[in-house]
């Protein structure tokens, strides 16, 4: 098994600059807002988290490309007084529209993603999936294969919270073309 995995994981970066595709990979930290951060006593009150996420772009034209994205964002709650510590754990996985401003460096994208939120409370933990998130946001690059991004995130968590609403700031790295 670990043979044909090694030629699988040698062979794809071969393959991704044939096909104007790249893989990438993104991290760094989450920002609630709203409810998520300050609804008592079902938000995180905590004022961050941290977030990794894998993408797989694919390049259109010199100015656009779809970019698929599974990202898994973690917030550890913070106790409130006299009341419980939430934790939050969110994966998406989803598309995003990808496009250059006229500033080169900068570009922007907007997208959809199927979300799974679990809630783990003091009292036992709450996982809703298939959930409805929508996210857009800006980047700047500083070469072919390092950005900065800043991304609004907003998932519809079901009966658990309503609507969790953050801001994903991630150092982002590309591979491939």
Do not use: C, I
């Amino acid at each position: 098994m670990r043979v044909p995995s090694l030629v699988f994981l040698l062979a794809v970066p071969a393959l991704l600059p044939a096909q104007d595709l790249s893989l990438g990979l993104a991290t760094g930290l989450s920002l609630p807002v709203g409810d998520l951060k300050n609804e008592r006593p079902t938000g995180t009150n905590a004022l961050f988290g941290g977030h990794v996420a894998g993408q797989l772009s694919w390049d259109l034209h010199n100015d656009q490309a779809l970019r698929a994205h599974l990202t898994y964002t973690r917030f550890p709650g913070s106790r409130w007084s006299h009341g419980p510590k939430n934790d939050y754990d969110l994966l998406q996985a989803g598309a995003d529209w990808v496009f250059d401003l006229p500033a080169r460096a900068w570009y922007a994208f907007g997208g959809v993603s199927l979300a799974s939120t679990r809630l783990d409370t003091d009292g036992g933990s709450n996982t809703e999936s298939g959930n409805l998130g929508l996210r857009g946001g800006v980047g700047y690059r500083f070469h072919r294969n390092f950005a900065l991004e800043a991304v609004l995130n907003e998932v519809d968590t079901g009966q658990t919270l309503g609507h969790a609403t953050w801001v994903n700031v991630s150092a982002t790295w590309r591979f491939g073309r």
